[in-house]
């Protein structure tokens, strides 16, 4: 078998030349179309051999913010002439984009797409303009500079794309117009769209001199290493340019977030920077700990990193066995890109998305060269002709399916081989380069490629950009023959810029085989993968929650698993319960779990409980070995002078809401009586702000349940405990009082003595003091651009009160003290007697409220009447119709407060009944007694 095998390899090796003519006939039979069919426009549609001309041709959409009638296809795929051989064509395309390409056309272009494709085209462009000058004297006299002269002019149109508060730049700019207000108004980008500039604009900068680029660039990558979860190290796909928040947590290595970790990784190999080098080994580890399942790769939440966030992978991950290989993991690299393989083997092209056993979730396919980029890496790193099969497979394919007149056509759905009349200039820059440079002997080209780094775009930077070194250093290559890697150290001619992972092996046939094992493995594995028609217990970690209990029923007799029990889904509850097994909850906050087999609905299961205790142990032994992140809140001070730029580590509760799904921001007041173990005295002061509460005497609790009752927002209880801290101290999460059920709706947090006394310290320093309590921080310079727009961080009084009522505008409470008139036989008032305090209490409510409508007044005491009559009828719940809710939350945000004379309003003899209402409840009902006196 292994001879024939052999015999297989060595046939491919044969016909190397014949496949290079082939892939080098392949381009040249879509760029003639072009040339003859749509010469300088963005596109060719190959179907109809029409050009694409944005503005004129039907719009598809954000997809033709790529275009920017800048001859798209010609610029990007310019390179790839140089890199064919094809100088005659390569001189003609120069020229005619010197000639008849400018930058002023009035359209909208993506910031991501127009810097990878169109400057790193010209730069690109540029230095091969240069080689062939330099290897052919004879060619292209003319040529002085103009292509990268060019590219500055389109920097320069970007550069206004990097003035957000934080640097990072926005995702869309006018080529004319530059930052429109509509424009600055789209706030949000993608992790990839703002971490894909680096490469080409430091190259940029050290061509021309001119430091901005990579200045602007460098520091949009600062701020996002800054944004990563510090205790994932993971990061989101979408954040705002301007605070940093994330939109989209959802972390993977696929769309929105692919090629930033290839430009952490590629900055370190282009500039020669560690910090750099540092960054992506940090992600790397993390990527691999959170996302790897074997060959597979699961999206998961950056926060949160043991629960999935998606179901499927999508085609854009085929970059990451390149990096893997770049990186040095060639185990990793060699696994991912087979499982990959099988993908493609499968449906004969690599759709847009498919599912983990390798169905198809998304049936597209846009000719897309990722694959083939690893494949290219794979078979420079280990010369293994396995990967000239697999690039021959993609070219048969290509032929057979989507060849069509003018070029090659983008696939709309690979399972009925339905074509699109689109050809990305991609196809042409990318898909064929590689394809040719797989099959292409180092003495076919122009250039050396291991002299020069691949951008995202497969444009050309030298490694020269970043050498600084001494004489007798070897010059750096990307990656060295394996020949060389193996042999003796005295004869090598370079040194690497990439680890030298071949030396593992004696010999190039050594490193083969082990290549050929990896691949077996693979395979097995994704046919037992297949066979099970469910992947749960590959791709969940064992404290994995998110699939609901239908998924997990699927598998061993319908039992739950250990690793997918979660103590909030009350089907799981009810399952254990079925299986005899109790659940308690200890005063730690751990869980207790005992099995009682008689407790159990039949032996059946019964059994399944002991299976279900004996994964549970196995499970707190994995979870020692490698335990959970721990997202841990904080606490920001925000309000002028500071603006964010103290913060103080915190620790959680284990009962109310969780600051990872909403934040806090608001004034801290301390509570009255300082440690909250009975009703505050201070709930005027205390509404709509922040609680500070000291630790001891009573239940964690029981403390937060008091401030919600005076009105509070959150809390923040500050420990007893002279010298403790953060840092120093071990882990601590608020208790929560089992005797009761969670009724807590605001978030509470703890903080040690060191942060305590430094948080004090400020109250007592700075009147009002704001903060925000999250999970996260902000941008201090967009807090404080934020101050300056009058949108956050003024200390100004947004609470106003009465003896009647209370509201915060900022939050959207509305507090409300009923003082009713004790009367005797107050437990069985007749309904003459409570129409009699009702009367009077809505004339209260009309002098204590205003509006500026008369029947916005009659409604709101209507309203407030209503839920006066049902708290003396002794209802257990404030119940009010939709339309009652709809007018109150409305009224709450616009009532103002009136002084009530002392002459109307006599306290004595008087029961005082307290109500808060929100106009934002979320979870919480809309009004509730929080009170009785």
Same mark, same amino acid.
């Given at each position: 078998m292994y001879i024939n095998a052999e015999e297989a390899e060595n046939e491919i090796l044969k016909h190397k030349e014949d496949l290079k003519n082939q892939a080098k006939e392949m381009f040249m039979h879509a760029y003639t179309a072009y040339k003859t069919q749509a010469f300088m426009a963005d596109e060719i549609m190959p179907i109809s051999c029409k050009p694409r001309i944005r503005g004129k041709t039907l719009s598809r959409g954000d997809v033709d913010d790529s275009l920017g009638n800048f001859s798209l296809t010609l610029v990007d795929s310019l390179d790839t002439l140089a890199v064919l051989d094809e100088l005659d064509e390569f001189e003609e395309a120069a020229a005619a984009i010197i000639r008849e390409v400018r930058f002023d056309s009035d359209f909208t272009v993506s910031v991501f797409e127009t810097n990878i494709r169109m400057v790193g085209g010209l730069i690109s462009g540029h230095l091969m303009a240069k080689l062939i000058q330099d290897k052919h004297p004879q060619r292209m006299p003319w040529y002085s500079d103009q292509l990268l002269n060019m590219a500055v002019d389109l920097a320069d149109r970007l550069l206004p794309a990097f003035n957000s508060t934080s640097g990072v730049p926005y995702s869309k700019i006018n080529l004319k117009r530059g930052l429109s207000p509509e424009l600055k108004h789209q706030s949000d980008t993608c992790t990839a769209c703002a971490g894909t500039i680096i490469l080409e604009f430091a190259t940029l900068s050290r061509l021309t001199g /001119?430091?901005?680029?990579?200045?602007?660039?460098?520091?949009?990558?600062?701020?996002?290493?800054?944004? *990563?979860?510090?205790?994932?190290?993971?990061?989101?796909?979408?954040? /705002? %340019?301007?605070?940093g928040d994330w939109i989209r947590r959802d972390a993977g290595i696929g769309a929105g977030i692919d090629s930033y970790y290839e430009y952490t990784l590629k900055a370190y190999i282009l500039l020669g920077e560690e910090d750099y080098l540092h960054r992506f080994n940090t992600h790397y580890e993390s990527v691999m700990k959170y996302l790897n399942r074997g060959p597979l790769f699961v999206d998961v939440h950056m926060h949160r990193p043991t629960i999935a966030a998606r179901s499927y992978m999508d085609a854009l991950l085929a970059f990451w066995p390149g990096v893997q290989v770049l990186k040095g993991d060639l185990k990793g690299a060699i696994e991912m890109h087979e499982m990959l393989y099988q993908v493609i083997k499968k449906h004969k092209f690599l759709p847009e998305a498919f599912t983990h056993d390798l169905q198809i979730y998304w049936a597209q396919h846009p000719l897309r060269p990722e694959f083939l980029e690893s494949t290219y890496?794979?078979?420079?790193?280990?010369?293994?002709?396995?990967?000239?099969?697999?690039?021959?497979? %993609? @070219?048969?394919? @290509? /032929?057979?399916? %989507?060849?069509?007149?003018?070029?090659?056509?983008?696939?709309?759905?690979? *399972?009925?081989?339905?074509?699109?009349?689109?050809?990305?200039?991609?196809?042409?820059?990318?898909?064929f380069k590689y394809l040719y440079m797989i099959f292409a002997e180092p003495t076919d080209l122009l250039f050396d490629p291991d002299n020069y780094v691949l951008t995202t775009e497969a444009h050309f930077l030298p490694l020269t950009i970043g050498e600084s070194r001494s004489p007798d250093s070897l010059p750096r290559r990307m990656l060295i023959d394996p020949d060389e890697v193996i042999g003796d150290d005295t004869a090598k001619k370079y040194q690497s810029a990439c680890p030298n992972f071949a030396s593992e092996f004696r010999t190039a046939d050594e490193l083969s085989l082990y290549g050929k094992g990896l691949r077996t493995n693979v395979k097995k594995l994704l046919s037992e993968v297949a066979s099970l028609g469910s992947l749960a217990p590959l791709l969940q970690p064992s404290h994995m929650d998110s699939?609901?209990?239908?998924?997990?029923?699927?598998?061993?007799?319908?039992r739950l698993r250990a690793w997918a029990f979660s103590t909030t889904n009350a089907d799981h509850i009810a399952q254990l319960k079925r299986m005899g097994i109790q659940i308690q909850v200890l005063p730690d906050g751990k869980m207790q779990l005992s099995h009682m087999a008689q407790d159990a609905e039949n032996a059946a299961t019964a059994l399944q409980g002991v299976e279900f205790i004996q994964e549970m142990i196995e499970f707190a032994k994995n979870l020692e070995k490698n335990p959970p992140i721990r997202v841990d809140p904080l606490i920001q001070l925000v309000s002028d002078p500071i603006f964010g730029r103290e913060i103080f580590k915190a620790s959680p509760a284990q009962f109310g809401p969780s600051l990872e799904t909403e934040e806090v921001i608001s004034e801290v007041v301390f509570a009255e009586p300082n440690v909250a173990c009975s009703?505050?005295?201070?709930?005027?002061e205390i509404l709509g702000k922040i609680a500070v509460i000291r630790r001891g005497e009573c239940m964690f609790q029981e403390k937060a349940r008091y401030a919600q009752e005076a009105g509070a927002v959150g809390v923040i %209880?500050?420990?007893?405990? *002279?010298?403790?801290?953060?840092?120093?101290?071990?882990?601590?999460?608020?208790?929560?009082?089992?005797?009761r059920t969670d009724d807590i709706k605001l978030p509470s947090i703890f903080l040690f003595d060191y942060e305590s006394q430094r948080l004090t310290n400020r109250m007592r320093d700075e009147p009002r003091l704001l903060i925000r309590m999250a999970t996260e921080t902000l941008n201090p310079a967009f807090l404080f651009t934020q101050f300056l727009k009058g949108n956050c961080c003024a200390r100004s009084p947004l609470v106003r009160q009465n003896k009647i009522l209370a509201v915060d505008y900022k939050h959207g409470l509305l507090r409300i003290d009923f003082w009713f008139k004790r009367m005797e036989n107050a437990e069985n008032l007749e309904e003459k007697q409570i129409e009699e305090i009702l009367d009077e209490q809505t004339e209260l409510f009309k002098i204590a409220a205003k509006f500026q409508d008369k029947p916005d007044s009659i409604r709101f005491s209507g309203l407030l009447r209503q839920i006066a009559h049902q708290i003396l009828h002794k /209802?257990?719940?404030?119940?009010?119709?939709?339309?009652?809710?709809?007018?109150?939350?409305?009224?709450?945000?616009?009532?103002?407060?009136?002084r009530i004379p002392q002459s109307v309003l006599r306290l004595k003899d008087r029961t005082l009944r307290t109500v808060i209402c929100r106009a934002e409840p979320r979870n919480a009902p809309i009004c509730e007694e929080v009170h009785k006196n």
């Open positions: /001119n430091p901005i680029y990579e200045q602007k660039s460098r520091k949009a990558m600062d701020f996002l290493w800054n944004q *990563r979860n510090h205790g994932s190290n993971l990061m989101g796909t979408v954040l /705002n %340019v301007h605070s890496l794979l078979y420079r790193a280990t010369k293994d002709p396995h990967y000239l099969e697999v690039a021959k497979s %993609v @070219m048969d394919s @290509m /032929n057979q399916h %989507v060849r069509v007149a003018c070029g090659y056509s983008a696939v709309k759905d690979v *399972r009925s081989m339905e074509l699109l009349d689109e050809m990305e200039s991609f196809v042409l820059a990318e898909t699939l609901n209990a239908a998924d997990v029923q699927k598998k061993a007799g319908d009703p505050l005295t201070n709930s005027e %209880v500050i420990d007893n405990q *002279r010298g403790t801290s953060s840092e120093k101290s071990p882990q601590f999460a608020m208790s929560a009082d089992d005797k /209802n257990e719940k404030i119940a009010l119709g939709q339309a009652d809710i709809r007018s109150l939350k409305r009224l709450i945000k616009s009532v103002k407060l009136q």
